[in-house]
């Protein structure tokens, strides 16, 4: 081995201290969502352990600790003066706003599935197999669908489907839509909200989440308007939609291009796929920044694997970009494609035949 550079070996070990301190505060943050601590905080008054122990009937000597190492992480302020801690506008919005448009706490849940299914990936990179979605721990399903729908509730209504040509008038005066890989139907639902005139119709491979997404739909008042059913992205039913969406699960299917001809099948003549993916430039050497390295290691632990569980199993990862995504586009049988709308953390593309 070549002998380090002293400064830059301690510059280096600083930033894996950061690192450490990010890795231990996520499960904390796991903790104060649970167990409804930071929306105990939401209020923003500022508390002492003791109080926030009152008004949350847990422990004030954990709480103490846990707001200690929130304060640490700037999670929480503190007040050396008052000894006492608050949740500021921009934590609270973070951690305590489930219905809003920045809520992130739920995106630590998805970090914990890494966690507890490592050891599976890890013999997946010796035998080369996948690991299904499935075969994930429970957890992953409920973040993956916290942390994604704060964006679509941000963007899917007022910027992405307006983006799109045509398709904002077709769905106000009743339109059929299909919501392909629908997870716990946060996006279905979303749409059949602010459209109350159309048709929505959820599939989704795996049963669980179907049963879920049908509970979230009667709370919302919408299940009469939606019809999820467990189906794959090559065999859900053609019932020429006017929109197929396909929100950011395109990269996690085995044959992609299977499933984009199958979606030219179910379309209306006029009927337009709707493609939503992570956000990801062409290039390695672009993507090597804080979202980058988000989207590359959930690529790895989770989007990669699962391609590879399944037929053909491509693998096209969270970092596709656009031109891949074309490629998969135009030999699935679509003539048209373009970049319709972006947000720091997806991509929304435009593709017709």
């Given at each position: 081995?070549?002998?380090?550079?002293?400064?830059?070996?301690?510059?280096?070990?600083?930033?894996?201290?950061?690192?450490?301190g990010a890795?231990?505060?996520?499960a904390?943050?796991?903790?104060?969502?649970?167990?409804?601590?930071?929306?105990?905080?939401?209020?923003?008054?500022?508390?002492?352990?003791?109080?926030?122990?009152?008004?949350?009937?847990?422990?004030?000597?954990y709480?103490?600790?846990?707001?200690?190492?929130?304060?640490?992480?700037?999670?929480?302020?503190?007040?050396p003066?008052?000894?006492?801690?608050?949740?500021n506008?921009?934590?609270?919005?973070?951690?305590?706003?489930?219905g809003?448009?920045a809520?992130?706490a739920?995106?630590?849940?998805?970090?914990?599935?890494?966690?507890?299914?490592?050891?599976?990936?890890?013999?997946?990179?010796k035998?080369?197999?996948?690991?299904?979605?499935?075969?994930?721990?429970?957890?992953?399903?409920?973040?993956?669908?916290?942390?994604?729908?704060?964006?679509?509730n941000?963007?899917l209504?007022?910027?992405?489907?307006?983006?799109?040509?045509?398709?904002?008038?077709?769905?106000?005066?009743?339109?059929?839509?299909?919501?392909?890989?629908c997870?716990h139907?946060?996006?279905?639902?979303?749409?059949?909200l602010?459209?109350?005139?159309s048709?929505?119709?959820?599939y989704?491979?795996?049963?669980?989440?179907?049963?879920?997404?049908?509970?979230?739909?009667?709370?919302a008042?919408?299940?009469?308007?939606?019809m999820?059913?467990q189906?794959?992205?090559?065999d859900?039913?053609?019932?020429e939609?006017?929109?197929?969406?396909?929100?950011?699960?395109?990269h996690?299917?085995?044959d992609?291009?299977?499933?984009?001809?199958?979606?030219?099948?179910?379309?209306?003549t006029?009927?337009?796929?709707?493609?939503?993916?992570p956000?990801a430039?062409?290039?390695?050497?672009?993507?090597?920044?804080?979202?980058?390295?988000?989207?590359?290691?959930?690529?790895t632990?989770?989007?990669t694997?699962?391609?590879?569980?399944?037929e053909?199993?491509m693998?096209l990862?969270?970092?596709?970009?656009?031109?891949?995504l074309?490629?998969?586009?135009?030999?699935?049988?679509?003539?048209?494609f373009?970049?319709?709308?972006?947000?720091?953390f997806?991509?929304?593309?435009?593709?017709?035949?």
């Open positions: 081995m070549t002998a380090p550079n002293p400064e830059k070996l301690n510059a280096f070990l600083g930033k894996l201290v950061g690192d450490l890795t231990a505060s996520a904390l943050v796991l903790i104060g969502d649970r167990l409804g601590i930071y929306k105990a905080m939401a209020d923003g008054k500022a508390v002492t352990p003791d109080e926030l122990a009152t008004k949350t009937k847990l422990k004030e000597r709480l103490r600790e846990w707001l200690s190492a929130q304060a640490a992480a700037g999670y929480v302020d503190y007040n003066k008052t000894k006492k801690f608050k949740l506008p921009e934590q609270a919005c973070a951690f305590a706003d489930e809003g448009p809520f992130f739920g995106a630590f849940e998805v970090a914990q599935a890494m966690w507890l299914d490592e050891g599976k990936v890890a013999e997946a990179f035998t080369g197999k996948g690991v299904g979605w499935h075969e994930h721990s429970t957890c992953l399903f409920r973040g993956t669908e916290r942390f994604f729908r704060p964006g679509y941000a963007n209504v007022s910027q992405w489907i307006p983006a799109l040509k045509g398709v904002t008038a077709k769905l106000e005066k009743g339109a059929k839509v299909a919501d392909v890989g997870g139907g946060a996006s279905t639902i979303l749409m059949a602010a459209y109350p005139k048709k929505f119709y959820g989704d491979y795996h049963a669980p989440s179907i049963v879920r997404a049908k509970q979230m739909a009667k709370e008042g919408v299940s009469k308007r939606i999820f059913e189906a794959s992205a090559k859900y039913p053609a019932l939609y006017d929109m197929v969406a396909f929100f950011d699960c395109l996690d299917m085995g992609p291009i299977g499933a984009g001809k199958h979606v030219k099948s179910t379309m209306a006029d009927g337009t796929w709707m493609i939503v993916e956000f430039h062409d290039d390695l050497k672009d993507n090597l920044n804080p979202v980058g390295r988000v989207y590359y290691a959930a690529s632990l989770i989007c694997p699962a391609s590879l569980s399944q053909v199993g693998g990862g969270a970092q596709a970009g656009e031109g891949r074309k490629k998969v586009a135009k030999e699935a049988g679509f003539t048209k373009r970049r319709a709308a972006e947000t720091p997806n991509l929304v593309f435009e593709a017709r035949a």
